[in-house]
């Protein structure tokens, strides 16, 4: 059964991506679970200036050492209410929760501040994270302890927070709480590659600025895992001649064909698993990671491999360890590749494989997120430019001219939601991941009764 959600992070149209055989069941974080992980944890972002952002894009190792750096913070063992720990990135928050968080904002405003179109404080904002974090909703004390009493392994205890697809770090959050009257009063649809950003300070057009810079999001693709799964996971081939292959368009158009891919077994050790409430494990066998704490954000992406240590994971520093040692990482933080050299001062696999994708633009594309013709040969910017603006994504793969580069070209005067697909997602298998819609939806719920 597929599932269509896409590339670079948030699910974008067919343009920029294709359907994603992931998970045939995606578990949501619901109130009891939260409060067993307990309230987001803020994604502790590093403060890097212009200089930092030029250097990053002229040096594909410091650019490859900001990206382990990225990791290894979401990776961070943090302890939750329920005992153990997860990844930080697993106490994030889903869409589902961002909907009742926003709901119950919106009408404690009460309708004056309604109609005015107040924002909340900061100290509201607050209050709010810690509602989330203890709520049971419809739950029961009892089907809390019920829930936890099934927590009897470290997969399980990974488990709680569910194999959502998407997650938002608090900072991100905020952002929809803090500033929704711009972002319901924006009209995406009124765009195009030539509309200018809002102002010099702030280059989009949905937000009244720009997202702060412990803005994060964490993309997952999950694969069933378990003893009722017995081929074993995908094995996506990143080796020097195999990447020249699809860039040229002489392997699947230059695409990722997730069914001609090679499988090979993984237990829970060798690849990051959860077991949800009914017993179901799911391996995570895709993520990208975006960070604001660039103003054209940090995009990193980590793919499993049985063969991690090769190519794309030759790098990876020793402290990234448990199942993580079994994942490659890659990672752009501009349009533009201005390390002259190729292999970016690598030898061996990582070397080449750094080589056979250099080019004018960056490179960075996962097999298990990026899928359908040409996907092979993207960068994540590139399509994340247009979100917010959905009308051009169909052409952004297949047009050379106006979208140079397979799409990895910077087109855009301006970037209307900020680089981020969940502003307004097309084609979204589910409503909930159009975070404007979502916002818009509400405050129509109440403008009748607050207009009388």
């Not at 040096?59 to 153990?84: D, F, H, N, Q």
């Not at 049971?136 to 569910?162: H, I, M």
């Not at 195009?192 to 102002?199: D, H, K, Y």
Request: net charge negative; proline share 5%.
């Amino acid at each position: 059964m597929k599932s269509v959600y896409a590339a670079c992070v948030i699910a974008v149209a067919a343009g920029c991506a294709s359907a994603d055989e992931g998970a045939s069941t995606s578990a949501p974080i619901r109130e009891l679970e939260r409060r067993a992980v307990g309230k987001a944890q803020a994604y502790p972002a590093d403060a890097y200036s212009d200089e930092d952002a030029e250097r990053f894009a002229r040096s594909k190792r410091a650019r490859r050492e900001l990206g382990w750096r990225v990791v290894a913070k979401a990776l961070a063992p943090t302890r939750i209410p329920a005992g153990g720990t997860v990844p930080l990135f697993r106490t994030w928050l889903g869409g589902d929760e961002l909907g009742r968080m926003f709901a119950k904002m919106y009408g404690d405003l009460g309708r004056d501040r309604r109609v005015a179109r107040d924002v909340p404080s900061a100290a509201e904002v607050d209050a709010l994270f810690a509602w989330n974090a203890t709520s049971l909703g419809p739950s029961s004390e009892a089907d809390y302890f019920a829930r936890v009493a099934k927590v009897t392994n470290q997969q399980a205890v990974d488990g709680l927070a569910g194999n959502a697809r998407t997650s938002y770090s608090p900072g991100y959050a905020r952002k929809y709480l803090e500033d929704y009257p711009t972002i319901a009063a924006c009209d995406p649809s009124a765009m195009s590659l030539a509309t200018p950003p809002a102002s010099d300070a702030n280059f989009t057009n949905c937000f009244s600025r720009e997202m702060q810079t412990d803005a994060a999001v964490a993309k997952a693709s999950w694969r069933r895992n378990d003893d009722l799964v017995t081929e074993g996971l995908p094995i996506a081939d990143t080796s020097a001649a195999t990447l020249r292959a699809r860039l040229a368009r002489t392997i699947d158009d230059g695409g990722w064909q997730e069914h001609d891919l090679p499988m090979a077994p993984a237990g829970r050790d060798d690849a990051y698993t959860v077991e949800l409430s009914g017993g179901e494990r799911y391996a995570l066998v895709g993520m990208h990671l975006i960070t604001k704490e660039l103003r054209h954000w940090v995009w990193v992406t980590l793919w499993w491999s049985p063969r991690a240590d090769e190519d794309f994971g030759q790098d990876r520093p020793a402290e990234i360890g448990g199942p993580w040692r079994s994942y490659k990482m890659c990672v752009v933080t501009d349009f533009d590749e201005k390390d002259p050299d190729p292999r970016g001062g690598f030898d061996g696999s990582l070397g080449d494989a750094l080589e056979a994708t250099h080019g004018t633009s960056t490179w960075c594309s996962n097999a298990f997120i990026e899928k359908g013709a040409h996907n092979a040969g993207t960068n994540c910017i590139g399509c994340h430019q247009h979100a917010g603006d959905t009308s051009e994504l169909a052409s952004v793969l297949n047009d050379e001219q106006r979208f140079p580069r397979t799409g990895r070209a910077r087109v855009r005067a301006g970037f209307p939601a900020d680089y981020s697909w969940a502003f307004a997602t097309p084609d979204s298998p589910d409503d909930k991941g159009r975070l404007q819609k979502m916002v818009r939806d509400r405050m129509k719920a109440y403008a009748g009764q607050d207009a009388r």
